[in-house]
């Protein structure tokens, strides 16, 4: 049994859904030591999220942002709008995707679906650095 | 301490929403061996997801389709569409509704409240057999 | 390595979001003993949620309540009435939000962001007290 956890630093990425799915297991090497367990992440930020979804097609990811530019629109009744438009946006997203992912490790790797990928959803213009904690638990 | 995992195969069910919660829990016998700990069921698609909600009225299940076919419409500005009109519409609900749980376990049971279920959300058409990754561990 | 579990009463609140991360952190006195893991807490109810988000302002709480309650209204085509106008909105933005958190916990705290808080997002009108189970592992 066996504990670890890192911080991650994703690079700032502009606004949308960015597959990051390489970048993460890339940073994690403490994953093939486990055969059953589960790899936690965690975002440091209340403006970005984290999900799981297809890992393939660019088009899924544009249609992401379009979807929820539409559902969480800037031009809305916002109070808080002085942080700029897109911050309470970002907000309301961020609680829509979630703020963590939790996944299974077996046989030393994360035991995504074939189409399965880790989306960073970037929801402000500029939103900079993005802080991951990863922790990881298993035998 | 113990750590077990295994894949549970749900049955082909149509479009909408479905209470699992009894073939769950009967697919993980190793629950009962837990005084404390933590159930983790992934479901290893992009197209169906699992929540938990309501597991008394039938009602409350199709007014959660019914809702979610309003908010995320086939008929919208999608790109991705080569799968069909079910498709990108099914991936975006599967991200808001997440694509796994972390349920409590107290006293060898899941440690749900009264009127909770686990629900398969299934949104495509005919999405097929979907995958659960079940990943226990407590003491 | 070790294992606690306990479950913690919220007072009932109006319907709308609150910041709870104070009351949430000072019912778990196990979280100091703890160099590396994870805390789980598990909302017992379909009809209110758990979400991290933005501590500092009122107004991102305020604008959470007007966004839902724009985005899943009572007045909709619901077929589940019977317990009240708010119910069925209620347990459509329960799953969107969801009802459990999974936070790191590093040297003896919530690895929480600078900005990040926990909200109790209360969907009922008078939802009364609210059931958490908080489940903590680590090491």
Redesign the interface.
Known sequence: ?S???REITLRPRPRGVHLVTAEIVDALPELKDLD???A?L?????SASL????NA?P??R???E??FN???PED?????TLEGADD?PA??K???????????I?NGRL??????GI?LCEHRDSGGPR?I?A?L???
Do not use: C
């Open positions: 049994m504990w670890s956890q059953i367990g589960l936690h965690f975002i440091r930020h209340t999900t799981l979804n297809e097609s088009d899924v544009r249609d992401f379009t979807w539409a559902a969480v809305f009744a916002w109070t808080h309470m907000h309301v961020a609680a829509l995707m979630g703020s963590s992912l939790t996944l299974p077996s035991a995504l679906g074939t189409w399965q989306y802080r904690v922790t638990n298993g035998e």
